[in-house]
Nanobody
């Protein structure tokens, strides 16, 4: 059974860049037909899909976050990383990594819908990130 674990700083100052890592065990991030996503949930709000990594290394981003987001991978360590630049207090959220067996088709143009938890077959436990001076 695949397991995902997020790691990174719990507190980030405004304007800094957040870097979170999702370590994967029990399955390879290069396995065909899986997509590895980053999702966040601000306090009192729903889930927001941020971006995803395909097994071939291709990346996909939410249009609203594309200019600030980068997802990369380290196949030798079976993990992938989210970088989110120019952090503001509005980026305060619980950040999750998750795996899905279908393409993350949440956005049409600049409009994105909230993902469902059941769209993903495996989730990390989530990590709280607070943006504050």
């Amino acid at each position: 059974q695949v397991q995902l674990q997020e790691s990174g700083p719990g507190l980030v100052k405004p304007s800094q860049t957040l870097s979170l890592t999702c370590s994967v065990s029990g399955g390879s991030i290069t396995t065909n037909y899986y997509y590895w996503s980053w999702i966040r949930q601000p306090p009192g709000k729903g889930l927001e899909w941020m971006g995803a990594l395909a097994e071939n290394g291709f990346t996909y981003y939410s249009p609203s976050l594309r200019s600030r987001t980068s997802i990369s991978r380290d196949t030798s360590k079976n993990r992938f990383t989210l970088q989110l630049s120019s952090m503001t207090p509005e980026d305060t959220a619980v950040y999750y990594c998750a795996r899905a067996q279908s393409f993350p088709n949440y956005c049409s143009g600049y409009r994105c819908r909230e993902p469902s938890k059941t769209d993903f077959d495996s989730w990390g436990q989530g990590t709280q990130v607070t943006v504050s001076a």
